[in-house]
């Protein structure tokens, strides 16, 4: 009989090591593990189009939506790819902000002109995706630093302060009120189409508006267009009236009136013809002519009953050098219900050959005074603040010219500060509306996009 000698520790070693690999092996046969799967990532922008200013503080931003099928927002990346014309932004000019799933996108211009910026997401498993966003960046202004962009339309004609910083702006191409915030750049809060409440078929050509208590008076130019055709919607004065303020300002239409053109005209011929409103609004006139008919300003007297109108044109006499007209209209909160109009002294201002674009007063009875060109083609001629102490008697007095090598024509002013304090400050805003903020010659109001449209607000130090 032969005895078995006992196994080494090292063959011991070898069964139970063959033996765990065959465990391991029917484990893995019997439950597969299978790597994570990502599905394709998706990015969406809150709008494809954007646009910007060179040397600009507080540009216009976008959204942009992202998400991954079996991955966390978080662990995806956003970034510019590519652009099409890297002389107005490269793709390294593109910052985006945030880590959820909806990050902010910030483009700095390089220069004035359009390009077309792809942005990547990229996600989980490698897997990418990308959109496009049509960029447009307009000219470096003076006083680039207090400069906002308002953006969604681009003739922006009069505008009232509602508190805490908010705008309310009216456009002399359409019909809508729109609520800006003004100490940033960007789109409207909310927007008032006033169409239907107007019964207008064209644009009231709104030119001026001021706030009474909570009653904002809207008036149009009051004038013919531009090809000297009468529309009859531009004789219309009426009103909005305002509940909360700031970013929770509500509007609501308030009445109308549609006589007070043929009104001053009546008035003007029975008091001799003085200023021709007659030969003025007849057909073929054109009204930004020097013996036009074009109303810009308004603003109340401390009643709150008369209000100042302020043409643009005539001149009184119609010739170079000639001075501004303003008409006191003594029962304007009637005329904007359909009264007619009475009327008191007219007051003529030696604005150095200027004419009137607005007219603002304060709660202490100081008047700021926008003074420009009566001419259509203005954008570089004169433009100058002048001050005025309510006294029919009295001149303003300049306290300011406006820069004018910039694209858009100073329309109106927001506010008035107390003009004798030293530093005070006035936020004035453009009408682009015919500049070539782009430089491929295409005027602003007729830009596609409502994203490329805008106008400028810039803050001034009087002195």
Excluded: C
Excluded at 61 to 77: E, K
Excluded at 156 to 166: L, N, R
Excluded at 380 to 408: C, R
């Amino acid at each position: 009989m032969h005895s078995i000698p006992p196994a080494s520790p090292l063959s011991v070693r070898r069964v139970a090591l063959a033996a765990a690999t065959v465990l391991l092996s029917s484990a893995a046969t019997a439950a597969p593990v299978h790597a994570a799967s990502y599905g394709t990532p998706t990015i969406k922008l809150s709008t494809s189009y954007l646009s910007g200013a060179v040397g600009a503080t507080a540009d216009p931003t976008v959204m942009v939506t992202v998400a991954q099928s079996g991955a966390d927002a978080s662990a995806l990346t956003v970034a510019a790819s590519k652009t099409s014309k890297s002389s107005v932004a490269a793709a390294t000019d593109v910052t985006v902000t945030g880590t959820a799933g909806t990050r902010t996108v910030a483009v700095t211009a390089r220069g004035q002109g359009y390009t077309d910026l792809t942005l990547k997401v990229t996600g989980l498993g490698g897997k990418t995706a990308t959109t496009t966003l049509h960029y447009a960046a307009s000219p470096a202004v003076q006083n680039s630093a207090d400069a906002r962009y308002l953006t969604g339309a681009s003739d922006a004609s009069a505008a009232v302060s509602v508190g805490g910083g908010y705008l309310l702006v009216a456009n002399d191409e359409d019909n809508t009120l729109r609520l800006y915030d003004g100490s940033v750049s960007g789109a409207p809060v909310k927007t008032w189409d006033l169409d239907g409440a107007l019964g207008a078929d064209k644009e009231v050509d709104i030119e001026g508006g001021t706030l009474v208590g909570d009653t904002v008076y809207w008036t149009g130019s009051l004038g013919n267009n531009k090809d000297g055709e009468y529309k009859a919607d531009r004789n219309t004065v009426f009103t909005t009236k305002l509940t909360g303020s700031g970013a929770s300002t509500a509007l609501t239409f308030g009445t109308a009136g549609h006589t007070l053109r043929d009104d001053l005209v009546e008035w003007d011929e029975d008091n001799g013809d003085r200023f021709g409103f007659a030969a003025g609004t007849e057909a073929g006139s054109i009204p930004k002519a020097i013996d036009g008919f074009n109303v810009e300003g308004l603003e109340f007297a401390g009643d709150s009953t008369t209000a100042y109108l302020g043409f643009r044109a005539p001149l009184v006499p119609p010739q170079s050098g000639g001075k501004a007209l303003v008409v006191p209209v003594t029962n304007m909160n009637q005329v904007a219900t359909g009264a007619h109009a009475t009327f008191g002294t007219p007051i003529q201002w030696d604005l150095g050959g200027l004419s009137v674009r607005d007219i603002r007063r304060n709660s202490l009875g100081q008047f700021l005074i926008l003074a420009g060109s009566w001419a259509a083609d203005d954008n570089a001629d004169p433009y100058a603040l002048y001050s005025w102490d309510g006294a029919a008697a009295n001149q303003p007095v300049k306290v300011l010219d406006l820069p004018t090598t910039d694209a858009g024509a100073w329309e109106s002013i927001v506010s008035v500060p107390d003009l004798g304090q030293s530093g005070a400050r006035v936020q004035l805003i453009t009408d682009d509306g015919a500049a070539d903020l782009y430089g491929d010659g295409t005027e602003a109001k007729d830009l596609e996009h409502p994203e490329w449209q805008k106008s400028r607000s810039t803050w001034f130090t009087l002195g």
